[in-house]
């Protein structure tokens, strides 16, 4: 590919503006694959370079909440099996399969979570009274993130800590750090496999990493200002967007 001074340019933009949202409440990927397209970068590539790039976002917002995810160690490696297992799974089948059929699994399950667990978005968050079903059902469906995670990504940082909240009843920080910090695992048994099948653009990916990692950091000294409540509320309406975006936009 030819890449000019431009390209990194609005890459590096539109990375700190996409995960500066996207740290908040998801949807980085809404900006950033679309300028990785602008630049010439065909889709497959693109979707790899964005979650290759989204570790810079992961360890900024770790830096953050490193003291959070210390205190949840056996949380972190908890939520880290059936998300890198979907990881593994999801990058296989970027390279075979049509997302369309992830997308409509996706919407389905965030609908149901939304649904079995509306109850629990305004009550205040309690770990330790947390049934063996509710972990149960997150594991599976940080399993089919992990999936989604690599074909469509949009709302995919969304939909894990929704489903974190509102299941396991966790806080806004917590739910950021622990998922940031779980789905690294995932995140480099990706960068290696697409990155040995020629699908990363390193040159972008680096201007990610570096735009990213600032994105998630100062995001997350914003969100620590936040009411927990008001974050948690913030991020159910835009999962609920985000499934109307996959069904009728994607």
Do not use: C
């Not at 009411?227 to 509320?233: A, G, V």
């Amino acid at each position: 590919m030819d890449i000019d001074l431009w390209h990194l340019v609005i890459i590096f933009f539109s990375g700190l503006i996409g995960e500066s949202f996207g740290t908040l409440v998801g949807g980085g990927s809404l900006f950033i694959i679309p300028a990785l397209l602008l630049t010439g970068v065909p889709l497959q590539s693109a979707i790899a370079t964005d979650n290759a790039g989204s570790l810079g976002t992961e360890i900024g917002i770790l830096s953050e909440t490193r003291k959070k995810v210390m205190a949840n160690k056996r949380m972190v490696i908890l939520m880290a099996i059936p998300t890198t297992l979907g990881g593994i799974v999801g990058t296989y089948l970027l390279l075979t399969v049509s997302a369309d059929i992830i997308k409509y699994f996706m919407a389905g399950a965030v609908m149901l979570v939304l649904i079995v667990a509306r109850s629990h978005i305004s009550k205040k968050p309690n770990l330790k009274k947390v049934k063996l079903l509710n972990y149960v059902v997150l594991i599976g469906f940080l399993f089919l993130i992990g999936i989604y995670a690599n074909f469509i990504a949009a709302g995919e940082g969304t939909f894990s800590r929704m489903g974190m909240m509102v299941i396991l009843g966790m806080t806004f920080i917590q739910s950021t750090g622990i998922k940031a910090t779980a789905t690294m695992p995932a995140r480099i048994y990706s960068l290696v496999v697409t990155g040995l099948a020629g699908y990363i653009v390193w040159p972008y990916l680096l201007t990610l990493w570096a735009s990213n990692f600032i994105a998630g950091k100062y995001a997350m000294k914003f969100a620590k200002k936040i009411p927990d409540l008001y974050m948690r509320t913030a991020i159910t309406f835009i999962s609920l967007g985000f499934v109307i975006y996959l069904l009728f936009f994607y």
